[in-house]
């Protein structure tokens, strides 16, 4: 658990460095720092629900790298 919350307070504050960099501004950068995790949390609930679908296993099965072993 402390390497997770370790990387998560690196992820804040590379995000909160790069965006103060690129626009100067302290009220973006931090509104840029939470913002984006939470649309990454939203999006990646998205992502996984659609990771099962039968025609998202089909893609990985055409690109030869099925989500688990085929049996023999």
């Given at each position: 658990m402390a390497k997770t919350v370790s990387?998560?307070?690196l992820?804040?504050?590379t995000?909160?460095?790069v965006t103060y960099a690129?626009?100067?501004s302290l009220s973006v950068a931090g509104a840029?720092?939470?913002i984006?995790?939470?649309a990454n949390t939203v999006l990646?609930?998205?992502f996984d629900k659609y990771?099962?679908?039968p025609r998202a296993r089909a893609w990985r099965a055409r690109l030869g790298r099925p989500s688990q072993p085929q049996p023999s």
């Amino acid at each position: 658990m402390a390497k997770t919350v370790s990387f998560g307070v690196l992820h804040l504050g590379t995000s909160f460095s790069v965006t103060y960099a690129l626009t100067g501004s302290l009220s973006v950068a931090g509104a840029v720092t939470f913002i984006e995790p939470l649309a990454n949390t939203v999006l990646h609930y998205f992502f996984d629900k659609y990771w099962d679908h039968p025609r998202a296993r089909a893609w990985r099965a055409r690109l030869g790298r099925p989500s688990q072993p085929q049996p023999s």
